[in-house]
């Protein structure tokens, strides 16, 4: 045996059969679709990586960014960790400034900030800036989270511009951000209420996201600037089409195999509270997987997995570290046995997100640190 005080190493160790798999090559073909979707010589496009890239990790995917014109992050120190990837090119972020503070971090050019109340002007104008960066007034449209209202726009224009001529800041644009965008009317009302407060003002004009870019492209007309999000890594914003039938590939998967198989009596429950009981005779495979993952703890019985290749469905409560799955229809199934959580094996994350009651951002956005990721054509690493 090693001394007390030997060094810790893990080498040995077998690692728990789960993991996530990133497709870089995904992500670039979904970058390539979104412009198809553009007019003729229409506007340029933020990639928005907010959020470590939807859970991708800005750094695994960047390089399938090089194509977009600007990358669109939270926050600040978002954008720092942008620069040190390796991204030279413009940045928006759209929370802009939190507070006086913020404006000392301003040190990196080609910055673009979402301005959405008077205040962070004014903290613009007593900070001692180190660059010029570019401002976007917010309208606060139908969406009503930040922003300016219709009454507060124009007064707000006229101070950002003071700003501009005296070379405190750069260009001064405008930007909105629809409510109901993958509805098929969501943005007409919309559209028309953000045109008539920016009317006669110049500057560049930014407003869709993936699903406003996707179904009302030809909008894009009008606007220099679109900010898609979900759809970059392969998830439909819309509850009435499929990524596939959008010609968007999936950047993520979720992978793990059968760790155990219980086979269980008629009436027996499965999992905390007994929250499934078998109908009758069955074989229950457990999966290593669960909400310390990433996986929705709310996800009911019947939220679709695929086993050994064969789709079934979960079975009672996710707990923290595994689930259980429905065997019957995978007799074949044994311990060892590969499982898709979504992703993959047609499989999409958004139908896994509808069973659980949520969205695909979520999803994606929720995977734990303690899944290893796996880039495609590479092994697990971290």
């Known amino acids: 045996m090693p001394p007390v005080n030997a060094p810790y190493r893990p080498e040995g160790l077998i690692a728990r059969p789960l993991h996530a798999r990133i497709d870089a090559g995904a992500v670039s073909h979904n970058l390539a679709r979104l412009r198809a979707a553009l007019p003729a010589g229409g506007p340029r496009l933020w990639a928005t990586v907010k959020a470590d890239a939807y859970g991708h990790g800005v750094a695994r995917i960047l390089p399938a960014l090089r194509a977009a014109d600007g990358l ?21 972020v759209y929370g802009g400034l939190y507070s006086p503070a913020d404006a000392l971090l301003l040190d990196t050019p080609d910055l673009h900030l979402v301005i959405t109340h008077a205040a962070q002007l004014e903290w613009l104008a007593q900070a001692p800036l180190a660059e010029r960066p570019a401002v976007w007034l917010r309208y606060a449209g139908d969406i009503h989270h930040t922003g300016f209202s219709a009454d507060d726009y ?65 909008r894009a007309a009008g606007t220099q600037w679109v900010r898609p999000g979900l759809a ?21 998967s979720l992978h793990s195999q059968v760790v155990g198989i219980q086979r269980v009596h008629a009436g027996a429950g499965v999992g905390y509270s007994g929250a499934f009981l078998a109908p009758a005779a069955m074989a229950v495979g457990i999966v290593t997987c669960g ?61 896994v997100a509808a069973s659980a009651g949520t969205i695909a951002a979520e999803l994606l956005t ?17």
């Open 72 to 92: 669109a992050v939270l926050h600040l120190n978002e954008a720092r960790a942008c620069r040190r990837f390796g991204w030279d090119g413009p940045i928006l």
């Open 154 to 218: 124009r007064p707000a224009f006229d101070a950002a511009s003071a700003l501009a001529r005296r070379g405190v800041i750069g260009e001064v644009g405008h930007l909105n951000h629809y409510a109901r965008a993958d509805e098929s009317d969501g943005i007409d009302a919309a559209d028309a209420a953000f045109r008539h407060v920016i009317a006669g003002l110049p500057g560049p004009v930014s407003t869709s996201n993936s699903a406003a870019l996707l179904r009302h492209g030809a």
């Open 232 to 252: 970059l890594y392969g998830a439909s914003p819309f509850a009435d089409r499929s990524a596939a039938q959008l010609d968007l590939r999936p950047a993520m």
């Open 291 to 351: 909400y310390a993952d990433g996986y929705p703890r709310h996800a009911p019985t019947g939220t679709p997995v695929v086993v050994d290749g064969v789709r079934t469905r979960l079975l009672g409560r996710v707990s923290m570290d595994m689930m259980a799955v429905d065997l019957g229809p995978v007799p074949h199934a044994c311990i060892g046995a590969p499982v898709t959580l979504w992703g993959a094996s047609g499989l999409a994350v958004e139908e």
């Open 366 to 382: 929720g995977l734990s640190a303690r899944v290893p990721v796996q880039l495609a054509g590479r092994d697990p690493g971290p």
